[in-house]
């Protein structure tokens, strides 16, 4: 079983419909990620957050929410989707200590077209 | 200019070629990444290092610090070693990731 896992894999909307993301892992790890991917643009962080009460904004926040439910899940909401929010959406965790302290590990994307 | 940057951004090579893919980055940093995205668009990691080198299987990482600058080295390429590959620094120890733009390599049998 993959150890971080997104929801859903693939996702097509409206513009102005509320979408969620979700993300769960089992790696126990503390700092989980949203980040979105553009062509060209390279991965971009939407929001992080280190424990479940620590919530940052990245570098492209407006227009996105997230909610840390718990440890092991971070859930990524569009509250009324636009179409420059067609992206590929990527979910990360890493660890606290020791090498998993620098590394990341990602979960498969979610693809998500605004209509 | 970017924090990070790659070269070449596209690059289709034959099978058997050897491939180098080249990052610069402008941060001081604890760690350097190499990321493999493949066509059905998972990410993983193939290396992170922070000083000289690192080699697993035909895939081989270098960095060097007082350059800034990081180098991936395909040797004997395959049409399996098709994807994006992505240079990431971590500014910090611990800090977020900041990703250059990917290069997308296409080995062609």
């Known amino acids: 079983d993959a150890d971080v896992t997104q929801t859903p894999r693939n996702r097509i909307t409206k513009t102005g419909k509320r979408i969620m993301l979700e993300c769960s892992q089992t790696?126990?790890?503390?700092?989980m990620y949203w980040y979105r991917q553009d062509p060209g643009l390279g991965l971009r962080l939407i929001y992080y957050s280190f424990d479940v009460k620590d919530i940052n904004k990245g570098e492209i926040s407006d227009g996105y929410s997230v909610s840390r439910q718990a440890q092991a899940k971070f859930s990524l909401s569009l509250e009324s989707a636009i179409p420059n929010q067609t992206a590929l959406y990527f979910c990360?965790?890493?660890?606290?200590?020791?090498?998993?302290?620098?590394?990341?590990?990602f979960g498969p994307g979610t693809r998500l077209t605004v209509l | 200019k970017n924090e990070v940057e790659q070269s070449p951004q596209n690059l289709t090579a034959q099978e058997g070629e050897f491939i180098t893919i080249n990052c610069s980055y402008s941060?001081?940093?604890?760690?350097l990444h190499w990321l493999q995205q493949h066509p059905g668009g998972g990410i993983v990691s193939l290396f992170m290092l922070s000083s000289g080198k690192k080699k697993h299987g035909r895939l081989i990482a270098t960095i060097n610090i007082q350059e800034k600058h990081s180098s991936l080295h395909i040797t004997a390429s395959h049409p399996r070693d098709s994807a994006v590959y992505i240079c990431?620094?971590?500014?910090?120890?611990?800090?977020?990731?900041?990703f250059g733009p990917g290069t997308r390599l296409s080995v062609l049998p």
């Open positions: 990360a965790t890493a660890g606290t200590g020791g090498r998993t302290y620098n590394e990341q590990f």
């Open positions: 790696k126990g790890h503390d700092r």
């Open positions: 990431a620094v971590s500014p910090g120890y611990g800090q977020n990731f900041v």
């Open positions: 941060v001081g940093i604890s760690a």
